[in-house]
């Protein structure tokens, strides 16, 4: 059974930098998504970054157009987290932040939180003007 724990939310003010960390257990397949989703209040739960790692270990990451050139998706095999570098934040990216994590072919649909199946409980992340 995959576990994944989010920490590292808080409150910036914009302009600022957070670095979100999902440590993720209990996953055995060779190929899958590693992403983090937000969900503002009222809004549906967006994805703002993934990460693909093949069978042969590749990996390839995929960004939301509002986040690219400011947040960066990274990994620690070693440590089994996932990260969410964030800079430059902007009162637009205050969510609920959630890791998530799906072991199958994805395609275009990579970045939609539906498709995942597996979930952390969330981290808040609060930017103030």
């Known amino acids: 059974q995959v576990q994944l724990v989010e920490s590292g939310g808080g409150s910036v003010q914009a302009g600022g930098s957070l670095r979100l960390s999902c440590a993720i257990s209990g996953y055995t397949y060779s190929y899958y998504y590693m992403g983090w989703f937000r969900q503002a209040p009222g809004k549906e739960r967006e994805g703002v970054a993934t990460i693909y790692t093949s069978s042969t270990g590749f990996r390839t990451t995929y960004y939301a157009d509002s986040v690219k050139g400011r947040f960066t998706i990274s990994r620690d095999t070693a440590k089994n987290t996932l990260y969410l570098q964030m800079n430059s934040l902007k009162p637009e990216d205050t969510a609920m932040y959630y890791c998530?994590?799906?072991?199958?072919?994805?395609?275009?649909?990579?970045?939609?939180?539906?498709?995942?199946?597996?979930w952390g409980q969330g981290t808040q992340v609060t930017v103030s003007s």
């Open positions: 998530a994590y799906e072991p199958r072919a994805l395609g275009s649909d990579r970045l939609v939180a539906s498709k995942y199946s597996n």
